[in-house]
T-cell receptor, first 109, second 113 residues
Framework: GQNIDQPTEMTATEGAIVQINCTYQ??????LFWYQQHAGEAPTFLSY????GLEEKGRFSSFLSRSKGYSYLLLKELQMKDSASYLC??????????FGKGTRLSVIA | NAGVTQTPKFRILKIGQSMTLQCTQD?????MYWYRQDPGMGLKLIYY???????DKGEVPNGYNVSRSTTEDFPLRLELAAPSQTSVYFC????????????FGDGTRLSIL
């Protein structure tokens, strides 16, 4: 089976940095995705990691440690528009993506 | 390109009614997916397809059916609507290759009363 864990909710201040963690247990591993989902909208792709290390994309970075079954999404210079849910999803073997329940981030002034 | 288009955007059904949620994509993607998302929950896979004529069950297929007669279209059918099927339904597609991201439609908000 597969299990993906993320914190349910987080709150951070505008301009700050926030780290959203994701741990997973899967049989086989082919990569990990992060998606952003604003309330009432569809998820949109943020990042993909398949090798250990940090992938940086502007204000957003994603880190992966395959040996630890661990990833995080780092958001810098937080803006109010970053208030959204962040979904971690794991790809393993030939099975479809499995999504975590998501972390709802609230950015406050 | 329109991407992934879902219709309708909203629908209210009575218990026992049936309906089809439409999904079409214009990106020539072989892989297509149907998810449901309940409040505060992640996405649960209902059915998926790896190409025209091929469909497979996901995590929560009971009460649903799909077909994939063309690359573009992947309709989801509810035969006997039940209150437990009240949810937001998302269709998604992606290119071949395991590292390709999924592209989502805007969703269908379905209430069964």
């Amino acid at each position: 089976g597969q299990n993906i864990d993320q914190p349910t909710e987080m709150t951070a201040t505008e301009g700050a940095i926030v780290q959203i963690n994701c741990t997973y247990q899967t049989s086989g591993f082919n990569g990990l995705f992060w998606y952003q989902q604003h309330a009432g909208e569809a998820p949109t792709f943020l990042s993909y990691n398949v090798l250990d290390g940090l992938e940086e994309k502007g204000r957003f970075s994603s880190f992966l440690s395959r040996s630890k079954g661990y990833s995080y999404l780092l958001l810098k210079e937080l803006q109010m528009k970053d208030s959204a849910s962040y979904l971690c999803a794991v790809c393993s073997g030939n099975t479809p993506l499995v999504f975590g329940k998501g972390t709802r981030l609230s950015v406050i002034a | 390109n329109a991407g992934v288009t879902q219709t309708p955007k909203f629908r209210i059904l009575k218990i026992g009614q049936s309906m089809t949620l439409q999904c079409t994509q214009d990106m020539n993607h072989n892989y297509m997916y149907w998810y449901r998302q309940d409040p505060g929950m992640g996405l649960k896979l209902i059915y998926y397809s790896v190409g025209a004529g091929i469909t497979d069950k996901g995590e929560v297929p009971n009460g649903y059916n799909v077909s994939r007669s063309t690359t573009e279209d992947f309709p989801l059918r509810l035969e006997l609507a039940a209150p437990s099927q009240t949810s937001v339904y998302f269709c998604a597609s992606r290119e071949d290759g395991g590292n390709r991201p999924q592209h989502f439609g805007d969703g269908t908000r379905l209430s069964i009363l």
